[in-house]
Each structure stands twice: as C-alpha cells, then as structure tokens.
C-alpha cells in the first residue's frame, strides 16, 4: 500500500513538471512605431544629405580631371625641358484632442487644462526637434565648408603650376627670338595662354567668394557650384593654351 502511494505522487509530481515546461507559443512581438520626429529630422534634411552626396561625386570627378591634368603638365614640363634640355508631433496632438472629445461630459475647467497641457508638451518637442534639426544643418554646413576649402586650394595649386610653367615657356620664346627665327606665332598662342591663366584667377577668386551657409544652404551651395565649374573650365582653358604654345615652338624647330 505505501509503494502505490509513494508511485501515484511521483507520477502527479512528473505531470506537473511537464505541464510547467511547455512553451507558449502564441506570444507576439509588439513592434514600435517609428517616432514621429525621427522620421521629420530624416525629412528635412534629406535634401541637404543628397546635395552632400552629389557634391562628393562632383569632387572625385575633379580629382580624376586633375589627375589628368596634373600628367598634361607633367608631359609639358618634358616638352619645355626636351625643347630648351622643360509628425509625431501631429499624430500626438490628435491623440491629445481625441481624448478631449471622449471626455466632453466633464467640466470646461478640466478640458481647458488638459488642452494646455498637451498644447505645452507640443511645443516642447517642436522646440527638442527644430533643435536637432538645426544642429545636424550646421554639422553639414561645417563639412561642406571644409570641403570647399579644399576643392579651391586644389584649384589655386593647379593656377600655380600653370603659371610657373608659363614663366619656363617665356624665357624659352626669349631665346627664340634671340637666334632670329620667326616667333610671331609662338607669341600669339603665348599672349593668349596669359590671357587665359589671368581669366583662371578671376574665376576661382569668385568662387572663393561664395560661402555655404546661411538660411538657405542649398541655394548657396547651387551659386558656388556653378562658381567652381567656371573656375574648372577656366584652368582647363589655360591648360590647353600652354600646351597649344608648346607645340608651335617645338613647330618652329623642326
């Protein structure tokens, strides 16, 4: 009689153990809502991340054209040598006046309070998130000023080297001109070949001038790009007039 007691309570013992380790499994996940003002930071300054991007892709195309400049001038320079040897916000307020509608029945004392407390928490947001709006604008405006900056003292390198290159070119149209034979062509394409490093100086010099901030980041990010595509042509310009100058005097010596 004790061992069947003793057999009964271990078998209720092992049920209940069973029944205690099975697993619901028709538990779900809740998944939360983006918030509101995420969603709007993301929005408004959608426009201004896309300028960015652009802008970088605007500037690795530049560095492969001065990459390619920079071997024209390097070819020159062996020329010259080789020549002379050179709304959460909204969805919550529409929370805040819907439970407002469901309490109609209370007193207007109570509508009025609650409705200036809602209206107060709204305005605390607006303000949290026009911050971090605002904040993320001058986070973007410092890079794209950096970036500019560094475009244009990439340009005013290149004026440089086309200069001095100009300056080689000179003095061995001096020694042309020195031995008699008719420099009036090299003169021409060298005269124009100033002409157009000048106009280059001019050109980045404007865009120096133009600076990406204010109230409106994407019109003046717009002025300076058309700014700096001048200034590029410009360089790409006297590039072509130098070379043009080269070979006529190599013509002459043929």
Known sequence: MKKTLIFTAFCALMAGTAQAQEIDTTATVKVQP??????????A???IRADVRGFATGTKEMTREMVEGRRQEVEMRKEVRASSTE???VETRAKV????????????????EMKARAEDRMEKRASSTEARIEAKKEKIEDRLEAARKN????????????QEIGTKIEARIAKIEESGIDSSVIRANMLTAEA???AAGTAIE???????????????????KSALSEAQGAIKDART???????SMKKTQE
Do not use: H, Y
């Open 97 to 112: 006046e819907a439970r407002i509608g469901e309490r109609a029945s209370s007193t207007e004392t109570r509508k009025d």
């Open 87 to 89: 709304a959460r916000q």
């Open 34 to 43: 983006v918030p509101a003002e995420m969603r709007a930071e993301v929005k």
């Open 206 to 224: 404007a865009a120096e001038a133009v600076e990406i901030k204010g109230d409106d980041v994407r019109a003046s990010f717009e002025t300076f």
């Open 45 to 47: 300054t959608a426009p």
């Open 196 to 198: 157009k490093l000048e």
């Open 241 to 247: 007039s130098l070379n043009e100058t080269v070979q």
């Open 151 to 162: 475009v244009l003292g990439g340009l005013r390198n290149v004026l440089a080297r086309l």
